[in-house]
Structures are given as C-alpha cells and as structure tokens.
C-alpha cells in the first residue's frame, strides 16, 4: 500500500477438519455392521523370495529366505545354512544382510549391529542356526538340517558359546521338521517326518541317558510340519500334512501327556501358530489345501474345547481363500498377545503367492497375490504392523469416537482473503506438523466436513508517531 491513510488487511487461519478417508481397499464379509475391522494399509515391498519373517520391537522387520529366529528379548538372531536374512527398518530402508549363523545383536545409539557367535574358546565363528528358548540362554539346533547331530546350546558368553547339551535320538525316524523349546531350556518337542510322530523331550529325564530324553511321543500321523509349544511346556499344539486333524496335547506336573482335543479339519496343517505362548491365546491354522481357521482357546473356548473363530474355506474370492495351495505362514512365529493383536496374516507357498489379512474380532479379510515366493508372515509385538508374502503393512484401527477405521491428519494453511472470497476450487496446500512419521497415499479421496475461519487483524501501519496517536486526521 502506498500513502499514510492505509487499509487494513486480514489474514485468515483456515482450519480443516479431515473426518473421513476413503481407501481403495475393498472391504469383505463384515459380520457385524455394528463393529467395524481394523484396515491393513500396504506400505512397501520387497522384490525378494521371502520364506518368514520377524519384528525386533516396533523397529525393525527381519525377513528370511529361510527357516530363522530372534531371541523374545531381541538379543540374538539366528539364520539358516545358505540363506540370507535382510534387516529393514520400519521404513523400509535395508540396514543390512546377514549370511548363515547365530549372531548377537548389538543396538547403541540409534544404530543396530550383528557380532556372529563364536564355539568356546572363542577362535571359530559358530556358523549353526536354531531356535531359541523364551529366556534367550538357549538355541536348539535346528533338526529339520542337523538331523541327529542336532544340539543344544548354551549362550550365556557376550559373542561365544558357552557349552553344549545333546538329544538321544535312539529309536526316532532320523529326519525331522519342526522344533520347539520351552522358556527354560528344559523340555522340546521335535515332529518327525515323512511319517511320524512328535516327540517330547526333558533334560535330565533319565539316569545315564542323554542330556535330553524321550518322556513322550503321540501315535504316527504322517509328515509333521507344524508344532506350536507353550512357554511352559504345558500345551502341544500339532498337525500333519495330508492328515485332516488338529490335536491338542496337555501335560501335567508330573509330566505325564494326553490328547484333550482332536479337531476335524478340512485338510492337512500346513500353517500353525499361537497368540499366546503362555495361555495359547487364539490358534491360527492355514491348510495344505487352502483353508484357514482361527480357534479361540482364552475367552470363548478352552484348550480341550476350542472356540471357532473364523473358517475361512478354499472357495473363491471374496467368499474364501481363492486358493487350493498350501499355507505355509504363520510358523515360528513368537509372542503375539491377543490383547494387542487384531490383524493377523496367512500365507502360501505357491507361485503366485497369495496371502489374506483377518481382523479376528471383526472377521473381516483381504486378499492379495505378488508373483515370485512371498510365504513369509509376522506380526509386531504391539500390532502396529504385520508382515504378509513380500509386503509390509500397518494397522488403522477403528476411532475411538466413531468406530470407523480412520486417520487423523492435523496441519494448516494460510491464505489471504484481499477484496473477495477465497475461491474453494482452488488447491489448498496443507503444511504438515513437524512430525517424525509420513503417510503417503497412492489413491483415495479426502472428504472435508467442516471449515472453520479464524480472522486476525494486522494493521500494515508503521509509522510509530501515527500508531502512538500523536497525529490525527483532520
């Protein structure tokens, strides 16, 4: 403005109140209008094979081209003969690669670090992989590789091994598959294969036998892929191939077992984990022919009469699966309390693969397919993120407020209204907070419900004799 005389100006706060998103995610078979799911939200993937993969807290995600485990206090991770895990950040920016071995993980200052385990006496790198127990002082060599030589070690040392415990596999079949140790390092159960039985191990179970011992073995049901054990020992959790059954086994103080439960299903267990490692929490099964169930064995159902959650079938997509193949994930995956979880992940072993994302509150599910092997899955301690196939997802929970799935973004514009209205078909550029986080969105519509305009005075006088009022105008 030019002259003394002056005209004020306003600039105006707009405020936008962002009430609802709409994804172009399709969302299939709610069963309660009244309780909306979660929503899985695709974030970024990855353009390798994938075979399972891990969470270190909320920070990092592990994926394997193989068989691998990290300790429940993130302190050690292990990786199987000939194969590559791949360290990304929750981002998505690789860190590193690790190669076949049992590493320590070191984390300071921000940074993560892998110092492999080295035999006693500390000269040669400990190049075996396992799984380890709930305290992290122990690692079962993985049977599925080792076969009979297989042991179990202690990792007491800061990067060595400390010392080694053996398994008398007398009167076994030789070959094995999966593996589970107990919190303490105390019992393990082994499934045999191609036909076989699962078999559980006690240290110390006999006088003059091996350091760990058969006290149990359930009766031959064929090629055994899947165990899931309870931190205590308490419940076995198994299934096999080709055999249409799920069984529960429970064992008692004196460490006498018995099958409680024996669960039809519609085909072999291909997929198999627990929720809760200490209560069993909820049951995920993914089968050899393309049926998922989801049981609930803490609220509605208990471990001798599980609760059915879910039975998705093999039929077409959006009524099942879309697929005959095998579910190969969730396997070995840890300690996902139900409490915390609401989305949880199945995936298959073919090529293409497929995997489909449950809400198990809501019973709502997704289906996606990538070429290439993408069996891995895995889902956060907290449940802020899953893993599935080759992709990295996180989760929208429903508002508190509406019970919609919904993000909240917060930010503002400025603009200047001068002599007229500010024209609303224009673009309005929205400055985000400072925050330490980005949500990107590839489609989509933002629906504005509301604008509220705040008007501030600022007077573009600046003489300070004028705003003093010692001059006036005549």
Known sequence: MEGGGGMNAREWLLI?????????VAVIAIADAQQYPAIPV????????????????????????????IDLGYRY????????????RINGSLVTTLSAGTYRIVESGGSIQFVKLKYPGGTTNYDRSGFFSGNGEWLVENPQYYGTEARVALLGGDTEILGFRTIDFN?????????????????????????????????CAKPGGGDYDIIW??????????????LDAKYL???????????????????????????????????????????????????????????DVKYKGTPSDPYLVKHISNATYPEGTGTTGRFYNPFYNRYSPPENIRLVAFSTNTNPYVSIIVDIHNKTFWRYTGSGLGRATAISLEGNYLFAGRSLFTTVNPDVQSGNPRVRFSGTTYFNYGEKPYELSQPIVIDADSKDYHVYFTSGQVKLTGILSISRPVTLITDQTIKEGKLGTM
Do not use: C
Not at 42 to 68: C, K, P
Not at 264 to 291: F, R
């Open 16 to 24: 936008l109140s962002i009430l609802s998103i709409a994804f172009s």
């Open 42 to 69: 695709q974030m970024w993937s990855v353009n390798h094979e994938t075979y399972t993969a891990l969470f270190i807290r909320e920070d990092y995600v592990v994926v394997f081209t193989a068989h691998g485990d």
């Open 77 to 88: 991770i292990s990786v199987y003969p000939g194969s590559t895990a791949y360290v990304y």
């Open 171 to 203: 009167n076994t079949a030789g070959t094995f598959y999966p593996v589970q140790i107990d919190y303490h390092g105390r019992y393990i159960a082994i499934g045999e294969r191609p036909s076989g039985r699962v078999l559980l191990y006690k240290y």
């Open 217 to 230: 073995n359930s009766t031959v049901i064929g090629d055994i892929r899947r165990i899931a054990m309870t």
């Open 237 to 295: 959790v198994y299934g096999a191939l080709s055999h249409p059954y799920l069984y529960i086994a429970e064992r008692d103080e004196n460490d006498a077992v018995s099958v409680i439960a024996q669960i039809p299903l519609e085909g072999g267990v291909g997929a198999l984990t627990i929720t809760d490692l200490w209560n069993i929490g909820y049951i995920l099964v993914g089968t050899d022919n393309g049926h998922i169930y989801i049981f």
